[in-house]
């Protein structure tokens, strides 16, 4: 799977994500049924396709758990962030972020 992201200010030069997306040996052969809902916007491996949507694969899971902890208490605020978070309990968080974090993906520089 090759997924290629238009450059935005703000992020890496000449850096863009490519190449194999593969599960870790350690992730778990499926997502977590509360990914569900992730997919929608974040993509089914957590490789976004709408400019404006963060990919979540690869994403350190202390890093991930955080951001969804404080779009649950509303310390973060995000509209639709908000609604998904809300109902997620710790246990869910953590299942989510190990999972996102655990899809390896490959970037390398432009040819």
Same mark, same amino acid.
């Given at each position: 799977? @090759?997924?290629?992201? !238009?450059?935005?200010? $703000?992020?890496?030069?000449?850096?863009?994500? +490519?190449? +194999?997306?593969?599960?870790?040996?350690?992730?778990?052969?499926? !997502?977590?049924?509360?990914?569900?809902? *992730?997919?929608? *916007?974040? $993509? !089914? /491996? $957590? /490789?976004? @396709?709408?400019?404006? @949507? !963060?990919?979540? +694969?690869? #994403?350190?899971?202390?890093?991930?758990?955080? #951001?969804?902890?404080?779009?649950?208490? $509303?310390?973060?605020?995000?509209?639709?962030?908000?609604?998904?978070?809300?109902?997620?309990?710790?246990?869910?968080? #953590?299942?989510?972020a190990d999972w996102y974090a655990?899809?390896?993906?490959?970037?390398?520089?432009?040819?």
């Amino acid at each position: 799977m @090759t997924v290629a992201r !238009p450059h935005r200010p $703000g992020r890496a030069a000449g850096v863009f994500v +490519a190449g +194999a997306v593969w599960a870790a040996a350690a992730a778990a052969a499926e !997502p977590p049924a509360a990914a569900r809902a *992730c997919a929608v *916007c974040h $993509g !089914p /491996l $957590g /490789l976004a @396709t709408a400019p404006e @949507t !963060p990919h979540l +694969a690869g #994403q350190p899971a202390n890093y991930l758990a955080a #951001q969804l902890r404080a779009f649950r208490s $509303g310390a973060r605020r995000h509209e639709v962030m908000a609604v998904i978070a809300r109902p997620l309990g710790d246990d869910d968080i #953590q299942r989510l972020a190990d999972w996102y974090a655990s899809v390896r993906v490959e970037a390398s520089a432009p040819p």
